[in-house]
């Protein structure tokens, strides 16, 4: 008889209890692109900095692709010098250039143990309102 051992998903609380591995990335944005950033792992936690040097730097972040639209309207914006932190557990997050040109941010995220592939998918269409 095989033994059925647990897979640990995103609903496994003792991976958001225990110390976050690190992970920092950063880029340089222009208005009209898109740079999506696929954590490894899921994240316990994220933080967001817009690291513009203009007042007129601004850049946008969704945790999907279609959230960035106009239309759709499921992000948020951060303003020169601005940034966001949160416990959000996510795989990915999408930042555009909503103003300025050459626009610079940085993320860093605390990873959990658990894999990507064992995390829901995050749609408007799975049910996720907000999400795009």
Do not use: K
Request: with cysteine; net charge neutral.
């Amino acid at each position: 008889m095989g033994l059925s051992y647990p897979v640990i998903n995103e609903g496994y609380v003792p991976a958001y209890q225990a110390s976050a591995i690190p992970y920092i990335t950063g880029s340089t944005i222009s208005a009209g692109q898109v740079h999506s950033i696929s954590f490894p792992q899921v994240t316990r936690f994220f933080n967001v900095q817009n690291v513009g040097t203009v007042t007129t730097d601004e850049i946008a972040v969704a945790m999907t692709q279609n959230g960035l639209s106009t239309s759709a309207g499921n992000y948020f914006t951060l303003p020169q010098g601005v940034s966001f932190r949160d416990e959000l557990r996510t795989i990915q997050l999408f930042i555009s250039c909503s103003s300025g040109t050459n626009v610079r941010y940085q993320v860093i995220a605390g990873l959990t143990n658990i894999p990507q592939n064992q995390f829901l998918p995050i749609t408007a269409s799975n049910g996720h309102a907000g999400v795009g």
